[in-house]
């Protein structure tokens, strides 16, 4: 594991993720830069740095127990390739959508088998078991509490003809923890510790 920085904070604000590689993110920023062209209104944009597939989220963690998820996450990794592409662009919500996201084609089984075992390495180091079923996206944006009802069906109509241009596949090599900052201008991402795999 590497680690990197420091918080002065007793707690830390932590997820488990795959991080994507540069050219994925670059492309996914062109994106967010179509959607704003054709239209789409007031979102809470993710940086493209942070733009990421979230395995666990594990919330305020004791910054004592960080030792503890890393040896998990070290125990548990085995070698593994996943290939997988961007390719549809979706929301979260229904008619009061709240986020606007990319889906993935190719690899989700091998994503819900890295989540179930990364669930699993936490669950024995005494967290909490993930109840919601596992989704694997790419959020893009996320859609403010007072956008009104007639800009939100104005989002949904445009999510749903938005023409995704091409993005190219990516292989995961890595679980990364991560700690996320809440600011006024959105969660800011830091690398804890990444645990590299091999082939």
Known sequence: MTASGADASR????FVACELPQAV???LSQ???DLRRAGAPRLRWVRPEGIHITLK????VERERVPVIAHALADMIEPFRIETTPKVLGSYGGARIRVVSVGLEGGAGQLAELARRVDDALAAAGFDRERRPFSPHLTLARVPDRLA????AALAALVRDFRLRSVPPMILTAVSLMQSTLSPG???YRTVGEFPVGF
Not at 11 to 14: A, D, F, I
Not at 57 to 60: D, P, S, V
């Open 186 to 188: 959105g969660s800011v």
């Open 31 to 33: 994106v967010q830069d």
């Open 25 to 27: 993110r670059d492309v």
């Open 149 to 152: 009802i007639a800009e939100r």
């Open 57 to 60: 989220f594990l919330g305020e």
């Open 11 to 14: 707690t830390l604000r932590l």
